[in-house]
């Protein structure tokens, strides 16, 4: 998939780097520096549905990851 777009923004204090891309769905892939997070994030990756979008989370290095799917 081609990015759409990109961008990098403060959120409370946490930088983090967002790329989109489309590709029948828009997906939304962010990352930030673990130490960033509490220290209570998960080992494995966790999926939480809102509505028609779906995050899911996970460690990656010292990145946190954190893809949005919503449907077009």
Same mark, same amino acid.
């Given at each position: ?6 961008? /990098? %923004? !403060? ?7 967002? /790329?989109?891309?489309? !590709? ?9 520096? =673990? =130490?960033? %997070? ?7 990756? =966790? /999926?939480?549905?809102?509505? !028609? ?9 010292? =990145?946190?990851?954190? /893809?949005?799917?919503?449907? !077009?």
């Amino acid at each position: 998939m081609s990015p759409l777009s990109c961008a /990098i %923004f !403060d959120y409370g204090g946490t930088q983090l780097s967002m /790329i989109c891309f489309k !590709d029948g769905k828009l997906y939304h892939l962010s990352t930030a520096a =673990q =130490q960033n %997070f509490p220290d209570v994030l998960p080992e494995r990756a =966790q /999926i939480y549905p809102v509505e !028609d979008k779906a995050f899911k989370f996970w460690l990656g290095g010292e =990145q946190v990851r954190i /893809i949005g799917v919503e449907e !077009d």
